[in-house]
């Protein structure tokens, strides 16, 4: 069975260092690969996602992701944090046939 | 377009009562999906509706049901609420041409539901 972990419970940056959030995924094919964020009492808003091609992903607010294969990862990146960016970040794995399955969430903290 | 609406946004009910929470989609999308969300055991799926059939459903007692019109729009409902319903309940919709899990979902702000 398909399966999402993000490794990270907690993160904690500086406003203005680079982030980077870990996501890993199981499963025999190459999924369909998402990146949301919630805010606290919000809904979740896409940030971007993967189907195929290019393997590096632009999103909104200035985010990226990468696919690597090999690793079977999809971590999700930004060059300089802003404060506004603090929130849960959640990854999530699709296949056509299945369900979308969620990872555990990654609270990020981000101090002045 | 308008997103996806849920209502009501809070609701406060106690154990043994029933509860009805509504969904309307994004204009065109023939796909809802419900899921609970609750600090310890994070995003759960509950099911998936598309063109008024379900065909989806995740580990939820049989409790929790829920169905959909023929305008998108979905309900799910709880019966005999127990403290542990007490989550955010979100739901999101989806073109539903791809398939399932290819769909790109959008969510709605939620309906918090706290059981006394």
């Known amino acids: 069975a398909q399966s999402v972990t993000q490794p990270d419970i907690h993160i904690t940056v500086s406003e203005g260092a680079s982030l980077e959030l870990r996501c890993n995924y199981s499963?025999?094919?190459?999924?369909?690969l998402f990146w949301y964020v919630q805010s606290p009492g919000q809904g979740l808003q896409l940030l971007l996602k993967y189907f195929s091609g290019d393997t590096l992903v632009q999103g909104i607010k200035g985010f990226e992701a990468e696919f690597k294969r090999s690793q079977s990862s999809f971590n999700l990146r930004k060059p300089s944090v802003h404060w506004s960016d603090a929130a849960e970040y959640f990854c999530a794995v699709g296949t056509d046939t299945d369900k979308l399955i969620f990872g555990t969430g990654t609270r990020l903290q981000v101090f002045p | 377009k308008a997103g996806v609406t849920q209502t009501p946004r809070y609701l406060i009910k106690t154990r043994g009562q029933q509860v009805t929470l509504s969904c309307s989609p994004i204009s065109g999308h023939r796909s809802v999906s419900w899921y609970q969300q609750t600090p310890g055991q994070g995003l759960q799926f509950l099911f998936e509706?598309?063109?008024?059939?379900?065909?989806n459903k995740g580990n939820f007692p049989g409790r929790f049901s829920g169905r959909q019109f023929s305008n998108s729009r979905s309900e799910m409902n709880v019966s005999t609420l127990e403290l542990g319903d007490s989550a955010l309940y979100l739901c999101a919709s989806s073109p539903g041409t791809s398939g399932r899990g290819a769909d790109t979902q959008y969510f709605g702000p939620g309906t918090r539901l706290t059981v006394l």
């Open positions: 499963y025999g094919a190459t999924p369909y």
């Open positions: 509706y598309f063109s008024e059939t379900q065909r």
